[in-house]
């Protein structure tokens, strides 16, 4: 048997063009396109004929269906609310509400289309074919609760008194008995999903941190989240004509690679300029910030000015589902959570400064981004958020060949640390090595990093429990695989976007922030 890595559910769809990214990326294009092209709003109605234009079903049992699903794409894609499960009306009865450059989203970000949810089975083990009746049976021994049972066929389980502790799949000589999973409610960190009395997929509002996961992971795209892209290119049309403000672009330290292998950074520039944009900002600007000012309390930890009044350790805010997630679900940490503004804020804020007229867009991998905006402080500085697969949209609607994009001079905002911030682990060495160079010499500094909210509880409970030693002073948390790399909003793989930050990162002018910024008082 070929020796294949076993792959967690956010590595078994990424980086892979299927017939689910396909439909998003089209419907995006054909709003694009229709507000490109000044189409009057009821256009809309033929969004859903362009992007399923064949009259025999190609996904699902019917045409009609996935038209349907198609039309609550499109609500998700004008920034509006998905209608109930059951309800029906033409899109154009609510779209016109979204012809605007203001901001219009409201929570909730991330939505289930009902209508295109397949109804998964939950967590359960199952026999497969491959059971053979075999004379030793195992299973049925191993099984704690005697719910194995055996007949002439094979083995039985009873759902009923199962207790998915696995013990059958463990032991069984053909590997017949398979776990499945519903693959959102597995992506999902914080148990947000369930199903409702239906079997449809619901979800938690009150739990979910809008971190998008559950978005990529479903295999027939029956989860959606809410879009600016309509929003946003109205304001670059008015600011085209001089009927509104410039729109200045802040751009992710995961934006290398995300337009393809063979659109340099400077082309990606260009490209966001070709669009409209009137200039562009690293976001690893920001993170220099955020370094710095957590280097500066992690250094009175790390030098034993610690005291009854100081957090138990430094928690990163950098990722807004990671700090939402530990806060909701360990209180006792709320206060180690630094509450330092996030990467994205420290650069519109410096756009802000040098522009204040502007109105400011996030292009990014993160659609919690967009939840991030709820905060009143937060959206007096940015104005809207674009995930790197809208902006791929907005290039392909425009018709703009990403291959022949010219050269720009190359953007020089931000340190090493900064651009490495994007790579789980990035972000715990950068205010590490930072931290070192304010204290002047290289002694250790006790952290401790996770990936996936999953993996990001299972860390803030092991702390809990003091099952780490030595205890960490520093805690990074990245909601997403691998790091913001392996965020819901990107284009490419997991590997090639790592390799691709890494290299963009050796190129800056600077290591640390201290460097070319002041240190913090």
């Not at 689910?20 to 809309?44: C, F, G, Q």
């Not at 009306?89 to 779209?95: G, I, N």
């Not at 083990?125 to 049925?140: E, G, K, N």
């Not at 809208?390 to 651009?419: F, Q, V, W, Y």
């Amino acid at each position: 048997m070929p020796e294949l890595k076993r792959l967690n559910i956010f590595e078994k769809m990424r980086g892979l063009y299927t017939d689910v990214m396909s439909v998003r990326r089209n419907t995006l294009v054909e709003i694009v396109k229709m507000i490109y092209e000044d189409k009057a709003p009821e256009y809309v109605e033929m969004i859903p004929y362009n992007v399923i234009q064949k009259d025999v079903p190609t996904y699902r049992d019917s045409v009609f269906s996935e038209r349907a699903i198609i039309r609550e794409r499109v609500r998700l894609g004008f920034g509006l609310d998905i209608q109930e499960f059951g309800k029906h009306s033409p899109v154009l009865f609510s779209v016109k509400e979204a012809f605007t450059e203001k901001k219009i989203i409201q929570k909730p970000i991330v939505n289930v289309i009902k209508i295109g949810c397949e109804r998964c089975p939950t967590d359960s083990f199952m026999v497969s074919d491959l059971c053979r009746a075999c004379m030793a049976h195992p299973c049925t021994i191993v099984c704690p609760k005697q719910c194995v049972s055996k007949d002439d066929d094979g083995a039985v389980i009873d759902q009923d008194i199962c207790i998915r502790c696995g013990k059958c799949a463990q032991v069984c000589p053909y590997n017949a008995i398979i776990y499945r999973e519903r693959p959102c409610a597995a992506a999902c960190g914080v148990n947000a999903i369930k199903s409702d009395q239906y079997g449809f997929a619901e979800i938690d509002q009150d739990k979910c941190v809008s971190c998008g996961l559950c978005i990529v992971s479903c295999p027939f795209g029956a989860i959606g989240e809410k879009s600016e892209i309509v929003q946003i290119l109205i304001a670059l049309k008015k600011a085209a004509s001089n009927d509104g403000p410039p729109i200045y672009a802040e751009i992710a330290p995961s934006f290398t690679g995300q337009l393809g292998d063979k659109v340099s950074p400077s082309q990606f520039i260009s490209a966001v300029k070709m669009l409209g944009f009137a200039g562009v900002m690293e976001v690893a600007y920001g993170a220099d910030i955020d370094v710095l000012n957590l280097a500066g309390e992690l250094v009175e930890l790390a030098t034993g000015k610690k005291n009854e009044t100081n957090p138990r350790f430094i928690g990163t805010s950098c990722c807004p589902s990671w700090a939402q997630a530990a806060r909701n679900n360990f209180s006792e940490f709320s206060g180690s959570i630094s509450k330092s503004s996030t990467p994205m804020v420290e650069t519109a804020k410096k756009i802000r400064e040098t522009i204040p007229e502007s109105k400011i867009v996030f292009i990014g991998p993160c659609i919690s981004k967009k939840n991030e905006c709820f905060d009143p402080e937060v959206a007096e500085l940015v104005d809207h958020i674009m995930t790197f697969e809208e902006l791929n949209a907005l290039i392909t609607g425009r018709g703009i060949d990403m291959e022949s994009i010219p050269e720009s001079e190359e953007i020089k905002d931000a340190s090493a640390s900064g651009r490495n911030f994007p790579v789980a682990g990035g972000v715990a060495d950068a205010i590490i090595r930072q931290a070192k160079a304010i204290i002047g010499d290289d002694r250790e500094i006790p952290f401790a990093a996770a990936d996936t909210l999953a993996g990001c509880m299972h860390l803030l409970k092991d702390i809990k429990h003091g099952r780490i030693k030595p205890e960490p002073l520093l805690v990074e948390g990245m909601a997403c695989p691998f790091g913001c790399i392996g965020g819901p909003g990107t284009s490419t793989t997991l590997l090639k976007a790592k390799k691709s930050v890494k290299d963009f990162a050796g190129r800056a002018n600077w290591q640390i922030p201290s460097d070319y910024l002041k240190k913090p008082d």
